[in-house]
């Protein structure tokens, strides 16, 4: 399958690099980026060759979150759409987070927003000292609504409340600290600490890996449909707010959103 804004290459072991190619947008999420990863997360799941997979990035971000030019789309679309929308975006997070494999993240730049979402879902998280993270969504008068349960589920409630409020860039040691992190590395020395992390699988039983993420899943905070289509609602209602096209419109006409004046 060749895709357009992603590329997955495997090795004679069954390691997939599953590479973000929109280095010209920080890799934000597209509409057509969103369709190719929940695509690829349901064919990486089914295939039995596929021992563990690497999510990595080209470019200068991992991922600078929900693309602006989609999320401005919704304004002007009516409540149906805005609904379709929010849940194709909902199912690609839940897609990558049920896969049935383990899924490394290789985290360097700029993590914000959906790319906190798409850390979240991951089994293990290898960044570079240098990398900035933040979950920036109230700056543009938006909240992090279908990341929400991954991002809870990472990190907890209570260290969650004040990320999602202030929008606050954070570093990679106190995105290891909360958790979001499992290791900090030099950038230098990251290819080999992400070959580290994702060799450690393949002495393990595939089924049985599958398994045993399947029952950490059930035995940790329930990410249920109704909790999926509740933030799905949310999404919607956000996109429908005056900050939210405030602070969209803002960021484009690169000025300060009116709450800032």
């Not at 109704?226 to 949310?234: F, G, W």
């Amino acid at each position: 399958m060749i895709y357009q804004t992603i590329r997955s290459d495997s090795d004679e072991r069954g390691i997939v690099r599953l590479t973000l190619t929109r280095p010209e947008k920080h890799n934000a999420l597209s509409a057509l980026m969103i369709s190719e990863l929940t695509d690829v997360a349901a064919r990486l799941g089914a295939d039995a060759s596929v021992r563990a997979v690497i999510l990595e990035a080209e470019g200068k971000s991992f991922c600078a979150g929900g693309d602006l030019a989609w999320m401005r789309q919704q304004f002007t679309a009516d409540r149906p759409t805005r609904i379709a929308e929010a849940t194709r975006l909902a199912m690609m997070f839940k897609a990558l987070n049920e896969m049935p494999k383990p899924l490394v993240a290789r985290v360097h730049g700029n993590a914000f927003g959906g790319g906190v979402g798409l850390i979240s879902v991951c089994d293990a998280v290898v960044a570079e000292h240098g990398a900035k993270f933040g979950l920036t969504e109230t700056r543009l008068g938006l909240i992090p609504a279908t990341i929400s349960p991954y991002v809870i589920a990472r990190l907890g409630e209570a260290r969650v409340r004040p990320l999602f409020m202030s929008a606050r860039i954070f570093g990679a040691e106190e995105a290891k600290t909360a958790g979001l992190v499992s290791m900090v590395v030099n950038v230098a020395t990251l290819d080999a600490a992400v070959e580290a992390e994702v060799a450690s699988y393949l002495a393990a039983a595939p089924g049985a890996v599958g398994r045993a993420k399947r029952l950490a899943r059930s035995l940790g905070s329930p990410i249920t449909d109704a909790v999926i289509a509740a933030t799905i609602e949310q999404l919607a209602d956000a996109w429908e707010t005056d900050e939210a096209r405030e602070g969209v419109a803002a960021f484009f006409e690169r000025r300060e959103p009116s709450w800032r004046s």
